[in-house]
């Protein structure tokens, strides 16, 4: 069964500090991996995916097979940054995301 | 607005009743997704349509769950004889993959649900 992990609740970062997030998983196949974000009294929305390789509003996640993590990162943490942050994969061809049970990021100014 | 829309935003029932939401997906996405979320945790898929069909259903979508899509557009989702476990936001969601493995999902803003 595919499986994910956010081991952090809470994470709690002062501006202009870096960021990371953490996501593991468990998944036998070949996943895609992708992080989602919802911004306060917002809809969820897709923030990136491994396959695309781009860098987000400053934010880059490296697919680490060997370590079965998918770990999102920023150099800089900003104010509007803070939000709930969802790490899934998904199997390709298989249209179902299994989501981990997010990490809720608050910037300090 | 041209996202995904969710129709009530909010539902109270008493347990015991019927309740149906609507989903209509982006015009041109011919995927649509209902998830299941409860407080702390992520979404949980529950099953998904490639038009009209249903093709997959998860084990958490019991007897008491039907989802449909008629003309292969707006989908909606019933629970009947709701539970007080049923309480949660359910969110839909819709897609139109593109050639290659990556697609991305459009949520709308969620039906929140509360079983009294």
Redesign the interface.
Known sequence: AQR?TQPE?LLSVFKGAPVELKCNYSYSGSP?LFWYVQYSRQ????LL?H??RESIKGFTADLNKGETSFHLKKPFAQEEDSAMY?C?LTD??N????????TRLTIIP | DTGVSQNPRHKITKRGQNVTFRCDPISEHNRLYWYRQTLGQGPEFLTYFQNEAQLEKSRLLSDRFSAERPKGSFSTLEIQRTEQGDSAMYLCASSFPPSGSSYEQYFGPGTRLTVT
């Open positions: 994910v609740k895609e809809r969820l929305q897709l995916r396959i695309s969802y899934a390709f061809g249209e179902k995301l299994t989501f981990g049970t997010g």
